[in-house]
């Protein structure tokens, strides 16, 4: 992290405002703050001190993270992800409160949230007696003297203006500061403007024109108009505030889904009850029927079902035993386990999960440029159009011109606030990917989500994205004279001794049919080639046609039926006994069962549906064709993929790559969008975009649902935002005062304003219920 050496905010290394002086780097929030220093170098390098380094608290040039004093979590924007810092406070560009990056915080901190509830509830009270004296005032009740009704309004309004506006003004201050004027920038001069315009009317009666006094020597005021925006935007604050906390309801709910404790076993054998973060690797922990699985890990004792829907969105329980995985926040059904935690605290798969769903809420979708460029001129824009309606009014208006100036200005200026067009895209972004969360898909940031309903072809992998990843012996034939239970006996033992993936196929074929392994002697693996062994005195050897019919036995016999199961996929493995043939397996990857109405639903979607394999054209094609891929590329390398998808692009195609290996890790990183099976590999999934946590193809499909529904959202929000600011400004200058005498009170105009930001979040909150 480093200072921002003009307005002293933190911000990262990627921000893209940079400027080098004298062989150092320094960063900056933005543009302006960029230029600044670049055109007035002498107003910054006096701080620089040769023994401290620091000034004023601002360390230029040195990063702000040291090994033994790094902070506990850092604060960022959400409008503005490039600007973060390791304590709270307000961004210096849109005057929002600064949310904690660290998810657990993120949803326990409600700091803000309580202390602008208290100023809304204290200074509501407040506001009611003021409004009913203004209005009495104004129809001409007078039980008292108008000036003892002032001074009454003005006790009234000056604690509610100072003190529950005081968050306001501090944020106007600060944006005048930065010269990153913002919606607070309008708030706090019309607030500012109508209060000590009422004091100055309140105090010097007698400096205003004749014509603007009564005949008692007063003038009008404003304190019920300052009073009540302040009231009015306060209540806009509060309602803004709790429906973004309904935002990170897919946060809350993923970090509810760990177990409070978990079960311990000791080296004696004894349990005792510990916390989450008092699990270490390697500890021996029992789970038992009923109870979550606290951290990841494997099965050392026991069996049962797991229910991982909470991760995976499958509601189907799945078998667990010895040696398999689990994953922590998932439920065990039936069964008492004992496990061994591998992953704990911030390694497990849910708290990853968290971190990303969180990250992908802070990140900017590339439509948000648009909102940002509006955004910088809007605000000067609306306070050179409240000084000309202040203008015209002063000019032309009716009498008393002057207060008519006043309230036109300060109308101008309150319901132009900007904050629904700051809002409109980051929080259809952050509903969206937390609902992704909550359905088991992994989206790393707002770009991947607007660029999905883009995608023109999708690249797929076969082996561990259309198929299961997981070889399968699918036919044994025996020739004559050999007995099944002898060919698994005998075969399935030899193969045990070997690593080779095929190998683990037919262990496990015989594993599940109930055959009982032998000892194998004098073991010998041939590379690429086949295996030998002695069992029971017999000679065993197992391997491809060509390396049987090296040890000179004869494969002829069987070749064809061989071929056959070459032409539907399989791969072919030749086993002989002595000298003998005695069987061949057929061994295939299943596919999975979605990934051909998966494929099917995609192409109906206009997206071109490309196939790529390193398995050779039989096995490649075979699967294609059960699946129904026209377009499929076999026996291709890492480096063919990348190639393959770079020539699409070329073509101006949008292209999105699936796949789950470490050999797609490169293919993924090319694509517009990767998309890893969390069924593979780390690297995979690291290098991908979007990750299906259940490995099912339908989770792209509801990716691309996803995105189409939130880039709705977002264009509604925008669209709203622009329609509102291009009609509400007019109206609230004037415009339609001379055609139908309506003038908009300031107190309208922040009601107005208040509610077109609820408005907003409230459209963006429909996404958590959109049909995918």
Known sequence: MFKDIVCGMEVSDST????????????????????KFTEHLETYFHLESPNQGCSGGLCVGQSTSHKHDVPTTNYTCHMHPEVIQDHPGVCPKCGMSLEPMNPN???????????????????????IPLFIIAMIGDMGFLPFP????????????????????????????????????????????????????????????????????????????????????????????????NARSKTNSAIKT??????KQAHRIDEKGDEENINLDEIHIGDRLRIKPGEKIPVDGVVLEGQSNVDESMITGEPIAVPKGLGDLLIGATLNKNGTLVMRADKVGSDTMLSQIVAMVSYAQRSRAPIQKLADIVSGYFVPAVVVSALLAFAGWWIWGPQPQLGYAIVAMVAVLIIACPCALGLATPISIMVGTGRAALMGILIKDARTLEMMEKVTTLVLDKTGTLTQGKPEVTRLIPLDGFELNEILRYGASLEKASEHPLAEAVVEYAHRSGVVFVEVKDFNAITGQGIVGEIENRRISVGSDTFIESLGISTKAILSEADNMRRDGKTVIFMAIDSTLSAIFGIEDPIKESSSKAVQLLKSEGIRVVMLSGDNEFTANAVARQID????????????????????????????????????????????????????????????????????????????????????????????????????????????????????????????????????????????????
Request: glycine share 8%; with cysteine; net charge neutral.
């Open 16 to 35: 893209p405002y940079k400027s080098d002086f004298e062989g150092k780097r320094y960063l900056f929030c933005s543009e302006h703050c960029r230029q």
């Open 105 to 127: 915080i993120a949803v326990e901190e409600h700091s803000e949230q309580d202390s602008i509830n208290r100023r809304f509830w204290i200074s509501g009270v407040l506001v």
């Open 146 to 241: 108008m000036k003892m009704l002032q001074w009454v309004e003005f006790f009234l309004a000056t604690p509610i203006v100072l003190w529950g506006g005081w968050p306001f003004f501090v944020r106007g201050w600060q944006s005048f500061r930065t010269f990153n004027l913002n919606m607070f920038t309008l708030i706090a001069i019309g607030v500012a403007t109508s209060y000590v315009y009422s004091i100055v009317a309140l105090l010097f009666p007698h400096i205003f024109p004749p014509l603007m006094q009564t005949h008692e020597g007063l003038v009008h005021i404003y304190f019920e108009a300052s009073a009540v925006i302040t009231v009015l935007v306060l209540l806009g604050q509060v309602l803004e505030l």
């Open 629 to 772: 891929i026209g377009e499929v590329h076999a026996n291709v390398m890492p480096q063919d993929k990348v190639s393959i998808i770079k020539n699409l692009q070329k073509n101006g195609e949008v292209v999105a790559m699936a796949g789950d290996g470490i050999n797609d890790a490169p293919a993924l990183a090319s694509a517009d969008i990767g998309i890893a099976m969390g069924t593979g590999t780390d690297v995979a999934i690291e290098s991908a975009g979007v990750t299906l946590i259940k490995g099912d193809l339908m989770g792209i499909l509801k990716v691309r649902k996803l995105s189409r529904a939130t880039m709705k959202n977002i264009r509604q929000n925008l669209f709203f935002a622009f329609v509102y600011n291009s009609v509400g400004i007019p109206i609230a200058a004037g415009v339609l005062y001379p055609f139908f005498g309506i003038l908009f009170s300031p107190m309208i105009a922040a009601l107005a304003m208040s509610f077109s930001s609820v408005s907003v979040i409230a459209n963006a909150l429909r996404l958590r219920n959109c049909k995918l």
């Open 254 to 259: 993923l970090l509810n889904l760990s177990p």
